[in-house]
């Protein structure tokens, strides 16, 4: 799990490996290869890592037809769930979320793990947020599901989930039952405005989405918005936080803290073994993306 004990590991196998790449669509506006590309340049590492155009249809024939030379990759919206089928094991936070994010070649096999956890509990607590107790979580999808474990991980207790197809949040119902939280699941087309108290919103939507219900201003002011959105950005749901200065965790933190726990699953086959100079590659990855200016 993410709060596992940290282990320090650095040694590089399969050294032929050095092919690397994020799949997803669309995938143009994505910060990956700068984030990863400076990672491996700060370590030392003569590896590439593009960017590519990948449908659930076309996932399949792409998976099969990577050469030796492959090591691993990201996975986005909306191959999280797609790439379960092909793959040979999953580590325990894939497993609970039925989430991937991240695929290592390693051999002849390819297993599956999921770093967005890390990426949404890293987010919070680098934005002063280390307890949780009610939560909202906006989307029913896997990113949604790891929010609901980000969201344990933080001690939440109840959690009340805004979905247009409630029918279809099968997978998120049962990670809850699992992880002992209490959850309700609402239709958007339920409510027009939402009122609970809240510690903490997380919205799972992209970007472009228009969120059918609005928050009330004692909501905004008080809760804190995640939002896993990065680009464009500030998304209409922030800047209806900003407007109340209310506290936002923006969804580029997400994306680098869960990058840097996939760069350690690509050196080390390992997501809690600590990078040789860990804070100089974390530094290097946001700086590659004008974060800490």
Do not use: C
């Given at each position: ?7 320090t590991?650095q ?24 984030l ?26 792409f ?21 379960i ?19 290592l ?18 987010g ?15 989307g ?26 409630p ?27 939402v009122t ?14 228009i ?6 201003k ?44 996939q ?17 100089a ?13």
């Open positions: 799990m993410p709060g596992a004990r940290k282990r590991v040694t590089v196998t399969e050294p032929l490996r050095t092919r690397l790449g994020v799949l997803g669509s669309p995938i143009v506006h994505s910060k990956s290869p700068a990863h590309q400076a990672a491996f340049r700060t370590l030392g590492l003569p590896w590439t890592y593009d960017a590519y155009d990948i449908t659930g249809e076309t996932l399949p024939q998976i099969s037809s990577r050469s030796d030379d492959w090591r691993g990759l990201s996975l986005t919206m909306p191959l999280k769930r797609a790439i089928p092909m793959l040979h094991s999953l580590d325990p936070v894939a497993e609970l979320t039925g989430a991937v994010n991240t695929l070649f390693s051999g002849t096999r390819r297993l599956g793990f999921n770093t967005d956890v890390y990426g949404i509990t890293q919070f607590e680098r934005h002063g947020v280390t307890a949780l107790r009610e939560v909202i979580v906006l029913g999808g896997a990113t949604a599901t790891s929010a609901l474990v980000a969201a344990s991980l933080l001690g939440a207790e109840h959690v009340v989930v805004y979905v247009r197809s029918e279809k949040t099968g997978t998120l119902v049962d990670v809850a039952s699992q992880l002992g939280l209490a959850v309700e699941v609402h239709g958007f087309s339920d409510v027009s405005t609970e108290r809240a510690d903490a919103v997380i919205s799972s939507l992209p970007p472009q989405a969120v059918p219900v609005t928050f009330t004692e909501l905004r002011s008080s809760a804190t918005l995640f939002d896993v959105a990065y680009d464009p950005w500030p998304t209409p749901l922030a800047a209806s936080w900003q407007a109340v200065q209310g506290r936002v965790v923006p969804g580029i933190d997400m994306l680098v803290n869960q990058a840097l726990v760069v350690r699953v690509f050196l080390t086959g390992d997501p809690v073994a600590e990078l040789p100079d860990e804070a590659v974390l530094r290097a990855m946001r700086g590659a993306i004008g974060l800490d200016r």
